[in-house]
């Protein structure tokens, strides 16, 4: 459905958040735009809302963000704060019921974007980072050169954008502060990476395309900021672009392509003109012929015009997103991993990146529509939400941080970590969370250890000590042995964990990738002595089949025999690869295509298949995704589950978490997995 102004003239009512020059440049922009007119700004005190709304005859004038955002006149907010304030203010607007325009970078880094867009789509809103370049009409023209293969194929891509004089360092200047996200490659770095995504996409037949690999070099200056940087990306295809920025050296600022049958050079790319309407132009030179071309690229207003109109346009059609090359979620998603791996290879970390505060600048509590169900585990203390977080993909902070916060926030209390995970990383990242936000009596921590070979009484001791001391913390709520050893006797491993268990140093503990016959023989020795036995499992449960284990020495429940016998006992179950590696997925698993071998070889069989089909039915009944309906079988069993997901994504979070609004029968239940 498309969005309609709530003006009498039908025009997109604005506000700017911020009062510095982008804000400046946004604002001529949108009084020469067609779409668009510029109501109220905010801006941190009074005086320079007035200053502003002076300079640019604005009506409405605000002291403060918090104003802006609640002016029910405006309908949409171009955010322009220094680059760490504009996810928290992106988040508030977008909460508040506006459409949000975010001056790029969108973020200082991939994490903290994720939870902008995850805000957005919660609300319901068009969230869009301002590249202004790419609503220009010559970038839209050089993409269709580039397709049309008039330089042949695309072999090697150079862009640049750097400012600078290499004079005297203001340590001042948000340019060169570290807790202002400042440095070259987030403040103009960021341009010619994204050209050179756009255009090996263009090449690839694609809107965009994502590097294989990003090694950068640069300079980190005396106030912890990049002075001058360059990278090289590997894009498929081979594709390779250099890309390099600067604050502190100005470069020649344009775009050079280099295919098999010719070049074209950009002189002007950025479309950096904050005043005038200008005419850019690039040239093709093909090798076979004398002279280069010259393309004409006219334009009727600045890009900030055109961009605010691709912006209201995208509105108008009842999308939430703008049209590509404007950038798309995907696209500045990309963007920034591309920018945090530049980062990363010259070890460029901002200070507030070490312990992030939370995204949205709130303290961390469960959202009210959160909707997570939760269970009990013999032994430990807290509830135990239906779905437990992994943490074996998260070992850097920002993102870490990024990922447990939004899953606290929808109502998560349990975290799977591991002794082996990322050579104790994770353990690291997972406890310094914990300490940095202060919910360890709040949270649910599940850890494992004595993984083979060390999977013995002596190494379970010596691995959990060191956990403790990774985690920063006194006690695990649940401790599983990661693996089994049936040659140490049964009794040996419940004395060790029972000491432990004795100690208050674990809550409750249990097997992971245990046979079910080893677990009852491990309880039923605890009750001869009067100790404790296992509280729970965590061997692997899906609707697809595991037809072969992803690691060496995994156990699956999902046969008969097991799923009885879990029902019988109702023993707690944690199984992993809950949602068979994504196999429900649409498009991911195809009996005709095996180029994902490990998928292929861990999940493909005609029962699976089937079992797609069916799931593909009634996620169309149910007008929900097919993963949803896979997890929501887990959930369905008539004993306690509680699933382990691994998202990489706050996106895939969310996906997960939707599973537990679909309600199965037990008719369907059977019905899924080919029972009836």
């Not at 997109?12 to 958040?17: A, D, H, K, P, V």
């Not at 171009?78 to 508040?96: D, F, G, K, N, S």
């Not at 202002?180 to 994204?194: E, N, Q, T």
């Not at 002279?291 to 961009?307: M, N, Y």
């Amino acid at each position: 459905m498309a969005t309609k102004s709530k003006s009498a003239d039908g025009k997109l009512s604005w506000g700017i958040l911020g009062a510095g020059k982008i804000a400046a440049a946004f604002a001529r922009g949108l009084a020469a735009s067609k779409s668009g007119k510029l109501v109220a700004v905010g801006s941190r005190t009074q005086a320079n809302a007035d200053k502003f709304g002076g300079e640019f005859g604005v009506p409405r004038r605000h002291g403060s963000y918090e104003a802006l955002i609640a002016d029910p006149e405006v309908e949409a907010v171009y955010v322009a704060t220094p680059h760490p304030m504009h996810a928290e203010w992106t988040i508030r607007a977008c909460a508040a019921g506006k459409h949000v325009l975010c001056e790029k970078p969108m973020a200082p880094n991939h994490a903290a974007a994720m939870a902008m867009f995850d805000a957005a789509a919660r609300a319901g809103v068009l969230l869009m980072e301002a590249f202004m370049y790419r609503c220009h009409p010559q970038t839209a023209k050089l993409l269709e050169v580039v397709r049309s293969g008039a330089i042949g194929e695309v072999r090697m891509i150079q862009a640049s954008f750097g400012y600078g004089s290499g004079g005297a360092v203001d340590p001042q200047s948000r340019a060169y502060r570290n807790d202002l996200a400042g440095g070259g490659i987030l403040d103009v770095g960021c341009y010619p990476v994204s050209m050179s995504r756009l255009i090996a996409g263009a090449a690839l037949g694609k809107d965009f395309a994502e590097p294989l690999e990003v090694r950068g070099v640069g300079r980190l200056g005396e106030t912890g900021v990049d002075e001058w940087a360059a990278a090289v990306m590997k894009f498929p295809g081979d594709i390779v672009a250099q890309v390099a920025t600067g604050i502190r050296q100005g470069l020649e600022n344009c775009v050079r392509i280099y295919g098999t049958a010719g070049t074209i050079t950009v002189p002007s790319p950025w479309a950096a003109n904050r005043t005038a309407a200008e005419t850019l132009e690039f040239t093709v030179k093909v090798n076979k012929e004398k002279d280069a071309r010259v393309v004409s690229c006219p334009a009727a207003a600045t890009a900030f015009s055109l961009e605010a109109d691709a912006f209201a346009a995208a509105l108008a059609a009842g999308r939430r997103e703008a049209v590509p090359p404007a950038m798309t979620q995907a696209d500045t998603l990309g963007n920034l991993k591309a920018l945090d791996a530049w980062r990363d290879s010259i070890g460029l970390v901002y200070e507030f990146e070490k312990a992030p505060a939370t995204v949205s600048g709130r303290k961390l509590a469960r959202r009210a529509d959160a909707k997570m169900k939760y269970g009990r585990v013999a032994g430990v203390d807290l509830p135990v939400s239906r779905l437990i977080m992994g943490v074996d993909n998260q070992k850097v902070a920002p993102h870490a941080f990024a990922m447990f916060d939004d899953y606290v926030e929808r109502g998560g209390n349990v975290f799977d970590c591991a002794w082996v995970y990322g050579s104790g990383a994770c353990e690291k990242t997972l406890g310094h969370w914990v300490k940095t936000r202060g919910v360890r009596r709040d949270v649910v921590i599940l850890d494992k250890g004595a993984h083979t070979p060390n999977c013995n009484p002596e190494a379970l001791s010596r691995q959990f000590k060191e956990s403790l001391e990774r985690l920063q913390m006194d006690y695990v709520d649940i401790y599983m042995l990661h693996r089994d050893n049936p040659e140490v006797p049964i009794g040996e491993f419940v004395e060790v964990l029972n000491e432990h268990k004795k100690a208050g140093r674990m809550k409750a503990f249990g097997g992971s990738n245990w046979t079910l016959e080893r677990v009852a023989a491990a309880n039923e020795y605890a009750k001869t002595k009067g100790l404790t036995g296992f509280s729970a499992v965590s061997n692997q449960l899906s609707l697809a089949r595991m037809v072969e284990p992803p690691w060496k020495g995994c156990l699956t429940a999902s046969d008969a025999k097991s799923r009885a016998w879990f029902e019988q006992t109702q023993t707690a179950l944690m199984p992993w690869s809950s949602q068979a590696r994504g196999f429900f997925l649409p498009g991911r698993a195809n009996p005709s295509d095996r180029s994902d071998a490990e998928l292929a070889r861990c999940w493909y069989a005609e029962d699976n298949f089937q079992r797609l089909e069916r799931v593909n039915r009634l996620a169309a009944e149910r007008g929900v995704e097919p993963i949803n309906v896979a997890l929501a079988w887990v959930l369905a069993q008539p004993f306690p589950t509680f699933p382990l997901i691994g998202p990489r994504q706050i996106a895939e979070t969310a996906s997960s978490f939707r599973a537990l609004e679909i309600e199965l029968t037990p008719r369907e239940v059977k019905w899924l997995n080919l029972e009836g």
